[in-house]
């Protein structure tokens, strides 16, 4: 009977795996255990690699998600598939030590309901962390979420925790699968539940590079945001209207320029509108669609596309506007705004159905 199921949620990661794998056995010598590897297509090979550790070994697993996307729901999606009565998971760059599982699965059985491993705990090290600049992301979100959740943990962005199975099973219903961390995630709707935290010995990168980016203070406001409104608002959506109001400060920019210029309303409403959209494509390729994100000539195609579609939607903006602005005797501001807010609404749906997500057309032709 499996004991500790290992979810590894990976991308690019196929470098990695089999020290990874070396240094779970090396840990979990006397207790039953499995590792499910959950690999969101990786372009490097990862999820060939972790079938031929698989074939080697009769505890490795692999679920590859071909359209699937995101490390919340690649977790999801292992937890489900787990056989152990206890879960770990864990990131597969290796920055995580296996060594300090035992540990966790002792506290569990002392009645913990959470146990993390910590890069700020007293005795912990965060070698991982490369500079100053990731330090203080770390630092400060950690802060932010604290203050947030009402509750005080020395590292609530962790990435390495332990838990049972059926906790975290009851949990997934209210957790979002496009959500900021995972482990913010289920701490959110378990505030009551005894976490633990033990100090992590956090480690540096030996292959690829690190996928924390300024952009993790983004996607957690977002997040939080997003469980303000109680899941009514999802992340991305929070994700999506939040870089419009940014694109917003470019649309008035040009318009009230253009105005200035001698421009008449529409027109200036309309270059305006033009390029706003361009702004906002390329901020929610980057920032609201990052497990999503099209690159080289595919980005490219999509903008192309987005432009023809988003025409549609730019013809119900200046229109819109431009009768509010009429009938609300040339109020230039709270015209423009509805013009906004019905392109916003229009692209919105359109970007999720074709240009990124699961159904993307770009998905499909590859």
Not at 303 to 330: D, R, W
Request: hydrophobic share 45%; glycine share 8%.
């Amino acid at each position: 009977m499996t004991a500790v199921s290992i979810i590894v949620p990976t991308y690019n990661e196929a470098k990695n795996l089999a020290a990874l794998y070396a240094g779970v056995a090396g840990a979990l010598r006397d207790i039953s255990w499995e590792i499910v590897f959950v690999d969101d297509n990786s372009p490097d090979g990862t999820a060939d690699i972790a079938r031929d550790l698989a074939r080697q070994h009769d505890n490795v697993r692999c679920i590859q998600r071909i359209q699937e996307r995101g490390l919340c729901s690649a977790v999801q999606w292992g937890v489900q598939a787990a056989h152990g009565d206890v879960v770990v998971v864990m990131d597969g760059d290796l920055q995580h030590d296996p060594g300090l599982i035992p540990r966790m699965m002792e506290e569990l059985g002392k009645g913990q309901d959470i146990v993390s491993g910590s890069r700020f705990l007293s005795g912990s090290r965060a070698g991982g962390l490369p500079s100053e600049l990731r330090n203080s992301l770390s630092v400060y979100g950690n802060k932010l979420i604290n203050l947030y959740l009402g509750i005080r943990l020395t590292d609530p962005l962790t990435g390495f925790f332990a838990t049972t199975r059926a906790l975290f099973l009851r949990s997934i219903p209210r957790m979002q699968a496009d959500g900021f961390k995972v482990f913010f995630d289920l701490i959110y709707y378990n505030r009551k539940a005894a976490i633990k935290e033990l100090p992590l010995d956090f480690r540096a990168r030996q292959h690829g590079s690190s996928k924390l980016e300024l952009y993790v203070i983004w996607l957690l406001l977002c997040d939080m945001i997003s469980k303000l409104s109680r899941g009514l608002a999802p992340p991305r959506l929070v994700s999506f209207v939040g870089v419009g109001l940014i694109g917003s400060s470019v649309h008035f920019s040009v318009l009230y320029t253009s105005l200035s210029a001698g421009a008449v309303f529409w027109v200036s409403q309309a270059i305006a509108t033009v390029m706003a959209m361009i702004f906002n494509f390329t901020l929610n390729n980057i920032l609201t669609y990052t497990d999503h994100r099209l690159v080289g000539a595919t980005f490219y195609k999509g903008l192309l596309l987005y432009s023809f579609i988003a025409s549609f939607g730019i013809v119900a903006n200046v229109s819109t506007a431009q009768l509010t602005y009429e009938l609300f005797q040339f109020h230039t501001f709270l015209a423009a705004c509805m013009g906004i807010l019905i392109d916003i609404v229009w692209r919105f749906v359109i970007s999720n159905r074709l240009i990124w997500g699961n159904s993307s057309i770009f998905k499909k032709a590859a």
